[in-house]
């Protein structure tokens, strides 16, 4: 492990880090995999939300992305990128910004799994002449959202929606709760099988499906043939996090992202570590609990970026973090002023409290990104 540079202990804490060297190998080794599967990755912008990252994870500015907000597809617009999928469903009241997008040539996919929806953008359309490209929601999994492959409402809507319908999205979400390779790869196939199913189901009904869109960090990473599959997505696979480690789809030395954070203080009779950075830094998302292993609110590490074995913030309130010290530490190891990096158990989430990102360059200089926000 490299030691620290020195520049690392001078931003005020807590701050949101990110490893340029660690990102960049992740970036690429998915962008590999995925193309020598037969297919391309459409990556999901969403996790780190920054123009800068956008550079790193697309091609060119044609290039397919995904996001997750429309502050985002209009940010990345202005910067000009024109292939974008904003992979929520559709709130009729946003089709006046989606048309506005359109309408500087931004090829803006949408997202829907209901005939309200689908009415919504007939009628939109039909009022202001926009034309729209609409993508299907289905659900592979039961996990949230979408139509199931075999409902008769598939053909219902896409009929509906006639010159407007162009392809099949789903989200494994419920890849997450996998916990063996073989349970990943199983799960990828489903995913892939539905929009298989959905396309055939279509195409019987003498409708066109140009685009099959599948995804998610697990089943990107697990998937063993993507060839019919136009497209993969995935998102949080830049800098990975607590979560995907228990999942088995990266270890520690891949994950990219952390909170740099101060000790404030000790509770001697706890044996307790007090530190700046709180939920307000770290996120509320405890999403390690209900895994094989629970990091708490994030895994401890050294400034230099290495893992304090059986250390973890243990409990938050808005701008404190306590962690427990086990038996094999002791209060004076972690003096006032001495500084640590946290592992966040979902780095979407912990990105999404810090309007600015710390750089950890290739070689070791400094540099910042600033957040996209809002809605």
């Known amino acids: ?22 990102l960049k190998s992740n970036i690429s080794y998915l ?33 397919p992305a995904t996001v997750s907000t429309l502050a985002e597809a209009e940010a990345y ?12 469903g559709i709130a009729p009241a946003k089709l006046k910004r989606v048309a506005a997008l359109r309408q500087q040539g931004i090829n803006l996919h949408i997202l829907l799994d209901n005939m309200t929806q689908a009415q919504a953008v007939i009628d939109f359309a039909g009022e202001s002449g926009q034309d729209f490209s609409v993508f299907i ?39 997450y709760a996998c916990n063996t390779e073989q349970e990943l790869k199983t799960f990828a196939k489903q995913e892939c099988d539905a929009v298989r199913i959905a396309r055939n189901n279509l195409k ?21 043939d993507f060839s019919d599959i136009g497209e993969v997505r995935a998102g949080v696979y830049t800098t990975f996090d607590l979560v995907m480690k228990n999942i088995g789809v990266c270890d520690f030395s891949d994950i990219a992202m952390s909170v740099v954070t101060t000790v404030i203080g000790h509770n001697k009779e706890k044996n307790w570590l007090l530190t700046d ?46 962690i427990e010290l086990s038996d094999a530490y002791q209060l004076e190891d972690f003096p006032v ?5 946290i592992m966040p158990n979902h780095a979407c989430a912990t990105a999404a409290m810090h309007p600015v990102y710390h750089m950890l360059m290739s070689d070791g200089s400094h540099n910042t990104w600033q957040r996209i926000t809002g809605w």
């Open 1 to 22: 492990m490299k030691s620290a540079p020195d520049w690392i202990s001078q931003p005020d804490t807590p701050y949101l880090l990110i490893d340029e060297a660690k």
């Open 31 to 63: 962008k590999q995999r995925v193309e020598s599967l037969g297919s391309h990755l459409r990556p999901h912008l969403k996790t780190l939300r920054t123009l800068e990252s956008a550079e790193y994870l697309l091609d060119s500015k044609s290039a």
């Open 77 to 88: 617009a202005k910067a000009g990128y024109t292939d974008l999928l904003y992979a929520v």
């Open 137 to 175: 929601e289905i659900d592979s999994d039961d996990h949230r959202g979408g139509i199931k492959p075999q409902a008769p409402q598939l053909i219902t809507i896409a009929k509906a929606l006639g010159s407007h319908f162009t392809g099949l999205m789903t989200h494994a979400g419920g890849s």
């Open 204 to 224: 019987t009904a003498g409708i066109h499906c140009a685009m099959t869109s599948v995804g998610s960090t697990p089943t990107a990473h697990f998937g063993e």
């Open 277 to 322: 950075s709180g939920w307000m830094a770290l996120s509320r998302d405890r999403g390690t609990a209900a895994q094989s292993q629970d990091f708490g609110y994030g895994q401890v590490c050294k400034i230099d970026g290495s893992v304090l074995d059986d250390l973890c913030v243990n409990s938050t309130s808005q701008e404190h973090g306590v």
């Open 337 to 341: 002023g001495h500084q640590l990096r």
